[in-house]
C-alpha cells in the first residue's frame, strides 16, 4: 500500500516537472504558405530549438475536407424580437477595461520573430488603388533586406490578382506569455484595487 502511494507521488512530482519545463522553455513555431500552384499551409511546432524533432504539423494539403455539405432544415423565422437585458459589468472588470491594451501589448513582447520572408504579385484590379497600396507597403519593402526578413511584392496594375508564397519562424515562452494575462486576472478577482 505505501509503495503504491509513493509510485503515485512519484507520478506526481515527474508530471509537475514536465508542465514546468513546457512552461518554460520556448516553443518554435515554423508557418510557410503558398498559393503557387497550390494553395497550401504548414505549421511546425517544436520544443526546446527549431532543430529539435517536431512535436505537431499541419499541413493544409494532408487534411482537405469533405466538399459535400449537410442540409440543414431552415429555422421559420420569429416576428417578435427579444427584448435584450443591458447588465452592467462588475466594478473591478469595468476598471480593468483601460488595462487591456497594455496587457495585449505586454503579452506580443513575448513573442519573437526569428525570420519573415514573403514573396509575391498583388494587384486590386484599378491601377490607382494598386498603387495607393503599393505606396502605404514601400517602407516594408524597401528597408535595407537582410537573409531573416525579405519582403518582396510586386504589384500588378493590369488585373485583381494575390499570389506568392509566405514564411515565417517565430518562438516565445509560454510562461511569458501568459504572465501579463494572470497579472490582469489578478488583479480583477483577487487583488482588486
Same mark, same amino acid.
Request: glycine share 4%; with cysteine.
Given at each position: 500500500?505505501?509503495?503504491?502511494? &509513493? ?18 522553455s ?17 505549421? $511546425? ?11 505537431? *504539423?499541419?499541413?493544409?494539403? %494532408? ?12 429555422? /421559420?423565422?420569429?416576428? +417578435? ?8 459589468? /462588475? ?7 483601460? $488595462?487591456i ?7 506580443? %513582447?513575448?513573442?519573437?520573430?526569428d ?5 509575391? $504579385?498583388?494587384?486590386?484590379?484599378? /491601377? ?38 509566405? $514564411?515565417? =519562424?517565430?518562438h516565445? +515562452?509560454?510562461?511569458?506569455?501568459? &504572465?501579463?494575462?494572470?497579472?490582469? *486576472? &489578478?488583479? =480583477? ?5
Open positions: 500500500m505505501l509503495t503504491a502511494i &509513493w509510485l503515485i507521488f512519484w507520478l506526481l512530482v515527474g508530471l509537475l516537472v514536465l508542465v514546468a519545463v513546457i512552461l518554460l520556448p516553443i518554435h513555431i515554423k508557418m510557410t504558405a503558398s498559393s503557387d500552384p497550390v494553395q497550401k499551409v504548414r505549421v $511546425e511546432l517544436r520544443l526546446f530549438s527549431a532543430r529539435f524533432p517536431r512535436l505537431f *504539423a499541419f499541413d493544409s494539403t %494532408r487534411h482537405v475536407a469533405d466538399d459535400r455539405v449537410a442540409s440543414v432544415p431552415a429555422k /421559420p423565422k420569429s416576428k +417578435t424580437k427579444p427584448k435584450k437585458k443591458h447588465r452592467k459589468l /462588475p466594478r473591478n472588470l469595468s476598471r480593468l477595461i483601460p $488595462e491594451p497594455s496587457t495585449i501589448k505586454n503579452t506580443l %513582447r513575448g513573442i519573437h520573430i525570420a519573415l520572408r514573403v514573396r509575391g $504579385e498583388f494587384g486590386l484590379g484599378d /491601377p490607382a488603388d494598386t498603387g495607393q497600396v503599393f505606396g502605404m507597403l514601400a517602407p516594408l519593402i524597401y528597408i535595407p533586406q537582410n537573409p531573416k526578413f525579405n519582403v518582396m511584392l510586386a504589384p500588378n496594375f493590369n488585373s485583381a490578382c494575390a499570389h506568392g508564397n509566405a $514564411e515565417a =519562424a517565430l516565445f +515562452t509560454p510562461i511569458r506569455l501568459s &504572465w501579463p494575462a494572470l497579472k490582469l *486576472a &489578478w488583479r =480583477a478577482f483577487v487583488w482588486p484595487r
